[in-house]
């Protein structure tokens, strides 16, 4: 099977997605049911990836591999971690590379000035994929550089949200990040303690809260345009539901003020000593910005709806 041929014709960007999504059931079933990963599909998306940004067809693969992903952890009768060691073993390291890559990228050119852009989509794409990664990681006792990669260089997603990318883009990241405060392990979630104990997300999360409460005190939230708004397929007309008050995008504001204040709190529990909890983290208080501070008030408003 030729793979490059599915997509060559594909420039339709619907039809591409439909392509993708049925060389994921594809792959996922020849996982599931051969227990073999196709090598003609794992050949294709080595060589996509690393052939960013030259390459044309990223979408397209991110698309695929989140398929799969997303396959994968539908299927309740399925060895789940099995099938995802599998599947993303070969890929670990690439997929490290490719984060540092697109990431790093010149977002401020005018190729992302569009969310309709080629540039856009594949930022989209990525962002889908983090997302099936870190629902993923769950299934894995010992997860795979990838699926903890977003924790541990979570600053590089922070600068793209300060960059020009479209607003679209910065409110799908801003979730992401809630996600990821809000994310517990298999572990954590049986026990029911309030904090985590499962010793590699402890570190991880100890690097995004860090990385966080450090852009907070540089004013980060003050570069973040709160006024966007949903519509219809782009238009200057609101959808329905559009959850906007006043000119801010609530939905945003929420999020912001959950990943401060849970960034706040676990860098608070995991503190050394008592006397970095009273001196360290009351300096981050004193040196948080206006618009921090602002958040903080407003989160006392909102945490009951969030």
């Avoid at 995991?270 to 360290?280: F, M, P, R």
């Amino acid at each position: 099977m030729k793979i490059s041929l599915l997509f060559c014709h594909c420039n339709d960007r619907l039809l591409s997605h439909m392509a993708s999504q049925s060389l994921a059931s594809l792959v996922y079933f020849q996982l599931k049911e051969e227990d073999a990963l196709n090598v003609t599909w794992l050949s294709f998306s080595l060589n996509t990836l690393l052939g960013f940004p030259g390459n044309a067809r990223v979408a397209d693969c991110l698309w695929t591999l989140t398929g799969i992903i997303k396959e994968t952890l539908k299927d309740a009768v399925a060895p789940r971690a099995g099938v995802l060691k599998k599947l993303l073993a070969p890929l670990d390291a690439v997929l490290e590379g490719f984060y540092n890559a697109i990431l790093l990228h010149h977002f401020d050119s005018h190729h992302y000035t569009s969310p309709y852009s080629e540039a856009a989509n594949n930022l989209i794409s990525f962002t889908d994929l983090l997302e099936a990664l870190l629902a993923s990681r769950i299934e894995l006792d010992f997860p795979l550089r990838c699926q903890r990669i977003l924790f541990l260089k979570v600053s590089y997603v922070l600068n793209l949200i300060n960059s020009s990318i479209p607003y679209v883009i910065k409110k799908k990241l801003i979730l992401l990040l809630k996600k990821c405060v809000l994310y517990k392990s298999r572990e954590d979630t049986k026990s029911g303690s309030l904090f985590l104990q499962t010793p590699s997300l402890c570190e991880d999360m100890l690097a995004l809260s860090n990385a966080i409460l450090q852009v907070v005190n540089l004013t980060w939230l003050n570069q973040i345009p709160l006024g966007g708004k949903s519509s219809y397929f782009g238009s200057n007309e609101a959808a329905p539901g559009d959850d906007s008050q006043d000119g801010f995008d609530q939905t945003v504001l929420r999020a912001l003020s959950l990943v401060v204040l849970k960034a706040l709190e676990f860098k608070i529990h995991n503190s050394a000593t008592e006397a970095e909890i009273k001196g360290n983290s009351h300096l981050k208080f004193r040196s948080l910005s206006s618009k921090s501070f602002q958040v903080f008030r407003f989160c006392s408003h909102v945490s009951l709806r969030l």
